[in-house]
DNA sequence: TTATACCCCACTAATATTGTCAACATTCAA
DNA sequence: TTGAATGTTGACAATATTAGTGGGGTATAA
């Protein structure tokens, strides 16, 4: 039941784009730099993020990576499934695939509810409640 | 972000003593095939949730498994946690061990959250709330 | 023109998952 | 007493996933 490395480096390196916003682009050295990651591991990540629509690229010396939209407008849900595909606990959580079992599963009624309430942390929490947090903790 | 095979399945094997509580200890071959599940595996998940006090054992001829307690008083988070370990999505957030960067970490706040989040819900779910639900179903 | 950066794809080592299998111990019932 | 049913334990293996690495591109600013 964990997140992999995919969801949890790639929800560091939007926090950093995040804390960073503005005009200026962002390059993945930075970042990778910044947080202590694979760079080319990162790139990887950015290419999903990027395909859906979170980032935007600028090519060339110079270049980077820029949020599309602002901070608070972009959930750590979205970015999450981005990189993970949906957050389901299983299978058939997922896609609504039968287990055979259908509605009588009991199992998949508590995974459903599992589900949930991953979703609705997910998708409460925005990049920009991210970078408040951190500005009020490092202000103590 | 997947509940590996040992939480759903031995949710599934404990549904079903939970289904058949009384004082007949039920075999594992039983419990395999009426959830469709391989026996040799179900011995392991067993080992663990025998290990952790959840159910005990009637060794020999008409032998099987049993609930140490009644279903209102197993709750899928103990389940779960026998089986898969702490449901952390992520070591920092398990063992509170840092990840270089402490406190100022905001991608391990958000952790925390999902985290607590699962907990809420597998801790306030018990093999009972299972039964009745799919009872509940059933008679539809 | 050159350095900087993104882009894309192939590949791999390590690890975890999902079991299988075999030998053994205990108990019940005939 | 014996055999069948069942739990116990530990080793093993196939497969999938994770977590990267590496290299050869292309675009662009300076």
Redesign the interface.
């Known amino acids: ?4 490395t995919k ?2 480096y790639g ?2 390196a939007m ?1 950093q784009l995040a804390l960073e916003f503005g005009d200026e682009p962002i390059s993945l050295k930075y970042i990778a730099e910044k947080q ?1 990651l694979s760079e080319n591991y990162l790139e990887q990540l950015f290419s999903n993020l990027k395909r859906d629509g979170l980032i935007q690229s600028v090519r060339g010396a110079q270049g980077g990576y820029l949020l599309t939209r602002e901070p608070k407008d972009i959930t ?1 849900g979205q970015v ?1 499934r981005s990189l ?1 595909g949906h ?4 299978e058939c959580v997922q896609h609504d695939i039968d287990c ?1 079992k259908e ?5 998949k ?3 459903m ?2 589900k949930d ?2 979703d ?3 998708d409460s ?1 925005t990049l920009e409640d ?2 408040v ?2 500005l009020k ?2 202000s103590n």
């Open positions: 039941m964990k997140l992999s969801g949890r929800l560091m926090f202590g750590v999450l993970e957050l389901a606990p299983a055979s509605d009588n599963c009991a199992t009624l508590v995974l509810k599992i309430s991953i609705n942390v997910i929490i991210m970078v947090e951190t903790n490092n």
